[in-house]
């Protein structure tokens, strides 16, 4: 079947660079059959709300940026760089502390892997009722070898390894992670009629004409088209780390959202959407939404604030994958 038959949806990052991630050979090969969206656009999608904070915890980074009417605003755009996989590895050292009785080595055993990370989505949480001793039932199954199960007791390890978002000293046991990115400037692109460039070299050629001709538009005029045709200067978009130390959930929700325009800041701290496979743990979202509260300005408070885990009872891994199925039949 030719693959003109289908309709294509190219899936992008939301730290990506319009040079290196443009899908040039798909676009010859399907012509106007391809349509690129951003993830965070597609989680909003799926969840069904307008305008969010969307948080994004993969297995090997947490991205945040702020979503409102299908546009992700690029100066909100920051990267953490850890994620569900940090949260394995610090689960497998608390577990060590404990006393586990199996010797793991995820590192070089892929069965040690899947274990943990088989503790990690049935058994870890953020459920304060949940304190204390329990007894947690674990089935090994080695290649080549019988299944072995282990009756274990676990205290607070189940508890602590989540908190690690929010807690991020502990995260320092997997390595560096003290880098928060953000989204390049753009270098822009001569076959692109919509790119920032052009529009802004464009607008100050036409308020120029326009100046001459009436005298109604000036340079100062200009200089605010500039700077506000982003919502914000473009000193915020940068390359490198641009805060110092390690940052938790809510930290990392409060520096995305000051980097928005004064008018969308209230909107986008009444409506924080929390997706990716490493975010599926019971509870958390009350935890955030508890925290939050902390890191907001007094000018910005919401009247509600809402953080959205499970949006129409759809995993967390999922949200996006429902909104790029459901914008295919948008844009295809």
């Given at each position: 079947?030719?693959?003109?038959?289908?309709?294509?949806?190219?899936?992008?990052?939301?730290?990506?660079?319009?040079?290196?991630?443009?899908?040039?050979?798909?676009?010859?090969?399907?012509d106007?059959?391809?349509?690129?969206?951003?993830?965070?656009?597609?989680?909003?999608?799926?969840?069904?709300?307008?305008?969010?904070?969307?948080?994004?915890?993969?297995?090997?980074?947490?991205?945040?940026?702020?979503?409102?009417?299908?546009?992700?605003?690029?100066?909100?755009?920051?990267?953490?760089?850890?994620?569900?996989?940090?949260?394995?590895?610090?689960?497998?050292?608390?577990?060590?502390?404990?006393?586990?009785?199996?010797?793991?080595?995820?590192?070089?055993?892929?069965?040690?892997?899947?274990?943990?990370?088989?503790?990690?989505?049935?058994?870890?949480?953020?459920?304060?009722?949940?304190?204390?001793?329990?007894?947690?039932?674990?089935?090994v199954?080695?290649?080549?070898?019988?299944?072995?199960?282990?009756?274990?007791?676990?205290?607070?390890?189940?508890?602590?390894?989540?908190?690690?978002?929010?807690?991020?000293?502990?995260?320092?046991?997997?390595?560096?992670?003290?880098?928060?990115?953000?989204?390049?400037?753009?270098?822009?692109?001569?076959?692109?009629?919509?790119?920032?460039?052009?529009?802004?070299?464009?607008?100050r050629?036409?308020?120029?004409?326009?100046?001459?001709?009436?005298?109604e538009?000036?340079?100062?005029?200009?200089?605010?088209?500039?700077?506000?045709?982003?919502?914000?200067?473009?000193?915020?978009?940068?390359?490198?780390?641009?805060?110092?130390?390690?940052?938790?959930?809510?930290?990392?929700?409060?520096?995305?959202?000051?980097?928005?325009?004064?008018?969308?800041?209230?909107?986008?701290?009444?409506?924080?959407?929390?997706?990716?496979?490493?975010?599926?743990?019971?509870?958390?979202?009350?935890?955030?939404?508890s925290?939050?509260?902390?890191?907001?300005?007094?000018?910005?408070?919401?009247?509600?604030?809402?953080v959205?885990?499970?949006?129409?009872?759809?995993?967390?891994?999922t949200?996006?994958?429902?909104?790029?199925?459901?914008?295919?039949?948008?844009?295809?």
């Amino acid at each position: 079947m030719p693959i003109s038959n289908f309709d294509l949806l190219c899936f992008l990052s939301d730290n990506f660079s319009a040079l290196c991630d443009r899908p040039l050979t798909l676009v010859s090969l399907c012509d106007d059959d391809l349509s690129p969206v951003e993830d965070h656009v597609a989680a909003t999608f799926g969840s069904g709300v307008g305008s969010a904070c969307v948080v994004d915890v993969g297995d090997q980074q947490t991205s945040v940026s702020c979503v409102e009417d299908a546009l992700s605003i690029p100066s909100s755009r920051l990267r953490l760089e850890h994620g569900g996989s940090d949260i394995c590895q610090v689960l497998h050292w608390l577990l060590r502390k404990c006393g586990f009785p199996r010797s793991l080595d995820p590192a070089t055993r892929a069965a040690d892997a899947r274990l943990l990370a088989t503790v990690k989505h049935t058994a870890c949480h953020v459920d304060l009722d949940k304190c204390g001793v329990q007894e947690l039932q674990i089935q090994v199954m080695d290649p080549g070898c019988k299944p072995a199960s282990y009756n274990i007791q676990v205290g607070d390890e189940l508890l602590l390894a989540p908190l690690s978002l929010c807690y991020p000293a502990l995260l320092q046991l997997t390595g560096d992670k003290t880098r928060v990115l953000v989204q390049a400037p753009n270098p822009g692109h001569s076959e692109d009629p919509f790119d920032d460039l052009y529009l802004r070299d464009t607008s100050r050629r036409g308020g120029k004409e326009a100046s001459e001709g009436s005298g109604e538009v000036g340079d100062e005029d200009m200089a605010g088209v500039d700077e506000n045709l982003n919502g914000r200067p473009d000193t915020c978009g940068s390359v490198g780390p641009v805060l110092s130390g390690l940052l938790s959930l809510e930290q990392a929700v409060h520096a995305s959202i000051e980097r928005c325009a004064e008018e969308t800041r209230r909107r986008m701290y009444s409506c924080i959407l929390l997706v990716g496979a490493g975010a599926s743990f019971p509870h958390l979202g009350k935890w955030l939404q508890s925290r939050l509260p902390l890191q907001i300005p007094m000018a910005y408070r919401p009247e509600q604030l809402e953080v959205i885990t499970r949006a129409k009872d759809l995993d967390p891994g999922t949200i996006a994958w429902k909104g790029a199925a459901l914008m295919t039949g948008e844009f295809c």
